[in-house]
């Protein structure tokens, strides 16, 4: 089983420019999930999806959209890249009440 | 804000000594989980415990919880090199299963 995989795994943006990070899970997980980690805050979520077709805001979501284009895939989207988005991106999944499966994350750089 | 705060920041020990981390938090919760993130990588699910446990073991992973002072503890016993990596303490404050995750404890096995 791969788990749960993240493209690309690095990324250098000009500021103002836009992308999409990928996740896939195959594990058949419901909820799925993106965080950004910055150097001692810990993970501060940005979307979550609790199932298909469903999407909601976390505690960070501004500036960014996600899409749940079907059970396996939960993409990031940045509209417009700032330089406060310079961070390290996890993507994750779970079942309920298990734990959190994660991806091996994203090192954007906005310059 | 974050739910959850580890103590101590960073924790360094010699190898086969035991490592115990802390974590406090604000809102009642269902459970209580902690993570491990080597360098560079995603984080990995330890262990989970529910509000109505006490203490938990998995292998030389010993978790204690109290919730009546909201807080829970991580011990590592007979440490190893392999255990150098950042700790994570992780609630659901928010309910829908969105996990809040703490800074982390930084913890360095010496040889």
């Known amino acids: 089983n791969a788990g749960v995989t993240q493209t690309p795994k690095f990324q250098v943006l000009k500021t103002g420019q836009s992308m999409t990070l990928q996740c896939a899970q195959d594990?058949?997980?419901?909820?799925m999930y993106w965080y950004r980690q910055d150097p001692g805050m810990g993970l501060r979520l940005i979307y979550y999806?609790?199932?298909?077709?469903?999407?909601d805001k976390g505690e960070v979501p501004n500036g960014y959209n996600v899409s749940r284009l079907n059970k396996r895939e939960f993409s990031l989207r940045l509209e417009s890249a700032a330089p406060s988005q310079t961070s390290v991106y996890f993507c994750?999944?779970?079942?309920?009440?298990?734990?959190?499966?994660f991806g091996s994350g994203t090192r954007l750089t906005v310059v | 804000s974050q739910q959850g705060e580890e103590d101590p920041q960073a924790l360094s020990i010699q190898e086969g000594e035991n490592a115990t981390m802390n974590c406090s938090y604000k809102?009642?919760?269902?459970?209580l989980q902690w993570y491990r993130q080597n360098s560079g990588r995603g984080l990995v699910h330890l262990i989970l415990?529910?509000?109505?446990?006490r203490e938990k073991h998995s292998g030389r992973l010993r978790v204690t919880l109290d919730t009546s002072k909201k807080s829970s503890s991580l011990l590592i016993t007979a440490s190893r090199a392999a255990d150098t990596a950042s700790y994570f303490c992780?609630?659901?404050?928010?309910?829908?299963?969105?996990?809040?995750f703490g800074a982390g404890t930084t913890v360095t096995v010496r040889a």
């Open positions: 994750a999944s779970s079942e309920f009440p298990d734990g959190y499966t």
């Open positions: 594990m058949n997980h419901n909820s």
């Open positions: 999806s609790a199932s298909e077709g469903t999407t």
């Open positions: 809102t009642s919760i269902n459970n």
């Open positions: 415990i529910r509000s109505n446990e």
């Open positions: 992780a609630t659901d404050p928010w309910g829908h299963y969105k996990l809040s």
